[in-house]
């Protein structure tokens, strides 16, 4: 297949602007592709920013004549995949090739949730008598919503449902608030499917499952295809290949998607839904259980209260039902107590949803054949959720020592998870075994195949670079001279830097925090100092900033982790990328102490610096993205010029230029930027 692959390839990047061109790390690659699907091998390719990696995979993906499910980390890519990158492919191939996007099923209006609430004008009703999915209920808790804006949101829904055609949320014109896209779709744990359902017939979800089944490729978000994982492969299609773009988050995706999430909020939805089933027109509930639907809400906000000290905080195996784990974890007294708590409630927990259940089938049972559809249909929801509810208490309630149970969030908001330690058995038990794999990304993270339990014997790894000129395109510029971060008084040294290497680029920088703390004090102390547009990651939403720093040259834009990766802006606008420190993670993230426990004195280099070596890339990414970029990232963290460890981390960033000269990196700043006006 491999002069196949290289002349479509051709043909393919023939279409691109320009006229495209030949880049020889992309034609090796889809070779390499093109091997590993013959051959039922797995591949992990490093890429780097420039490669044209997805229609790498792409074009031998499709030539292959085989099923495969392409899995995205972010919606912009899947984006480009079904907008630009596959059209063009398929062109090229000259033979009719598919494809289709599929999301999770929240994601799509329901016909019968949309039934439900149509008849019901009242914004306050609209509100308060649904409470639609779990998010929803907790969000609403947190950050209440004036009922008539809640209302007409639902009311435009509803009129939007009858002109779509996709009844997918991404087409809409605006973005509803959680509680009221809810009360218009559903969520897998409570959809009964297309066969118990009175709408299954005209289901939005089910039409685009139906499309993604004869579809040749199907572009999907990685947490759904861990949610495939997750329950046993049935939410996608069957499939022969999997490529797995952005694979550097696939172990932390996997994490998650493996892993049980209970929350207050499930609670009590799943208890004022049940209440709207089995309550007689009387309003006294149907069922002789002494108000069990009563006792289940009242879990939520019991939950909360046991949860709330113990955020952020790993739990102890025995507060989640494991008598094998008695480390504390550092506990507080207070926290302590709250954990020996949790572990009864959940108990207590179990046995009212299980009598949630029982009364629901029996309500069902009396009922008979001849109840209304729409009465069926809630019922089928409830009974599914509770069901779902009932099954993650009895995981949690099991969990072992390869496991860790952490509150996650907030105080106000707590949320109860367990996710597996390690994703490889799990992998490897449930995926490497079942489908060829390519798992491909700008950065891969040392270690990975380890990590994630690829075969070793059936799996090959290769780095392909870049086609960009890094050593004359940047400059990595270490500020080796600042005070350690750890020192109090490091924060003004670090805003003075700022400021020069700002004033030198002339604006147009993208300065990466790794808190929020810091980036509102270096915003604050900025935006005094210099005569320059400064925009705030709070300021709008992402597409916005990155809207407004695209379009105005001399604009800074400030940001937190969430725009390290993900963010591309070529040309002019961009000439600065700062990073104010080596993005090490947490030493209290809860997954990430138990890796550590289990690494012993290898913790560092197996855990840390992988991760923040990967980050790291990541951010220093954002600075060239074309052959014409030129520019400077500055590392204001002196550890990455004297550390030990520095190595490690230098071997992850692009190969620019090295500096620790901060007068040559201001001058070569100016220059940019009298290029750039010129």
């Given amino acids: 297949m491999a002069d196949d692959v290289i002349s479509t390839l051709a043909a393919v990047t023939t279409h691109l602007p320009g006229g495209g061109e030949r880049r020889a790390g992309q034609e090796e690659m889809a070779e390499a592709v093109a091997a590993a699907l013959e051959d039922h091998r797995h591949l992990v390719v ?34 480009q995949l079904a907008g630009k990158d596959l059209p063009m492919v398929a062109d090229a191939v000259g033979t009719e090739v598919s494809f289709a996007v599929l999301k999770g099923r929240s994601n799509y209006l329901c016909r019968q949730r949309l039934r439900e609430v149509s008849g019901t004008t009242s914004g306050e009703q609209l509100a308060w008598t649904e409470t639609g999915g779990d998010e929803a ?58 066969f118990r359902c009175p709408s299954g017939r ?68 799943l208890g004022t839904t049940a209440k709207s089933v089995l309550t007689t027109p009387d309003g006294s509930e149907a069922d002789a259980t002494g ?64 009598r949630l259940v029982a009364a629901l089938r029996r309500d069902e049972r009396e009922a008979g054949d001849g109840e209304e559809l729409t009465a069926r249909a809630r019922r089928d929801r409830v009974l599914l959720a509770a069901s779902h509810l009932g099954e993650d208490l009895a995981r949690v309630a099991a969990v072992g020592d390869d496991q860790v149970a952490w509150v996650d969030g907030q105080s ?60 004359h395109q940047a400059i990595l510029y270490v500020a080796k001279d600042l005070p350690d971060r750890r020192d109090p008084g490091s924060e003004p040294a670090i805003h003075d830097e700022l400021a020069d290497l700002i004033e030198a680029a002339g604006g147009r920088t993208l300065a990466l925090f790794t808190s929020w703390r810091a980036m509102e004090r ?13 925009l705030a990651q709070s300021d709008r939403p992402k597409a916005a900033l990155i809207e407004a720093f695209r379009a105005d040259e001399p604009t800074c834009l400030f940001a937190t982790l969430g725009f390290w990766q993900g963010v591309d802006v070529p040309g002019r606008t961009l000439s600065l990328v700062t990073i104010d420190r080596i993005p090490f993670p947490r030493p209290d993230e809860p997954v990430l102490q138990a890796r550590r426990d289990r690494a012993g004195p290898a913790a560092f280099s197996t855990v840390d610096l992988p991760r923040a070596g990967t980050l790291l890339a990541q951010g220093a ?9 030129r520019g400077v990232v500055a590392v204001l963290d002196s550890r990455l010029a004297t550390a030990r460890y520095r190595g490690a981390l230098l071997a992850r960033v692009p190969p620019m230029k090295r500096s620790i000269d901060r007068a040559a990196v201001q001058e070569f700043l100016r220059q940019v930027a009298e290029e750039a006006g010129s």
Avoid at 522 to 534: G, S
Avoid at 621 to 629: A, E, F, K, M
């Fill in 46 to 79: 490093q890429a780097g920013t420039g490669t044209g990696k997805s229609l790498a995979y792409l074009v031998p993906a499709v030539l292959s004549g085989r099923k495969v499910v392409v899995a995205t980390a972010t919606k912009a890519l899947q984006d």
């Fill in 137 to 194: 209920a907790s969000t609403v808790r947190e950050t209440p919503v004036d009922p008539g804006r809640l209302g007409e949101q639902v009311r435009e829904l509803i009129r939007w449902s009858a002109t779509t055609t996709s009844g997918d949320r991404g087409d809409l014109g605006f973005e509803p608030h959680p509680r009221a896209w809810s009360m218009v779709s559903t969520t897998a744990r409570e959809c009964p499917g297309a």
């Fill in 202 to 269: 005209e289901c939005f979800a089910e039409d685009a499952r139906a499309r993604a089944a004869e579809a040749d490729v199907v572009v999907v978000n990685t947490h759904l295809y861990g949610a495939h994982l997750a329950s046993g492969g049935s939410v996608l299609p069957e499939h022969e290949v999997v490529i797995f773009d952005e694979a550097h988050e696939l172990e932390e995706v996997m994490t998650d998607s493996l892993g049980v999430e209970i929350s207050p909020g499930r609670f009590r939805s």
């Fill in 291 to 354: 108000g069990i639907t009563a006792s289940v809400i009242e879990l939520a906000d019991t939950l909360a209260e046991v949860l709330a000290p113990l955020a952020g905080h790993r739990l102890p195996g025995s507060a989640v039902g494991s008598p094998s784990a008695r480390d504390t974890f550092g506990l507080s007294a207070e926290q302590a107590a709250a954990a020996e708590r949790l572990g009864p409630l959940l108990e207590l927990a179990s046995g009212r949803v299980t």
């Fill in 412 to 471: 106000r908001n707590p949320l109860l998870r367990v996710s597996p330690i390690n994703v490889g058995p799990l992998l490897a038990e449930s995926l490497w075994k079942e489908v060829d794999c390519v798992l491909t990304s700008a950065t891969i993270p040392l270690g990975l195949i380890e990590r994630l339990g690829l075969p070793v014997e059936r799996s090959d790894e290769m780095d392909v670079g870049s086609p960009f000129d890094y050593p």
């Fill in 522 to 534: 270096a915003v604050e102390a900025l935006r005094e100092r210099l005569d320059l547009p400064i």
């Fill in 621 to 629: 990414g954002r600075l060239i993205r074309s052959s014409h970029d």
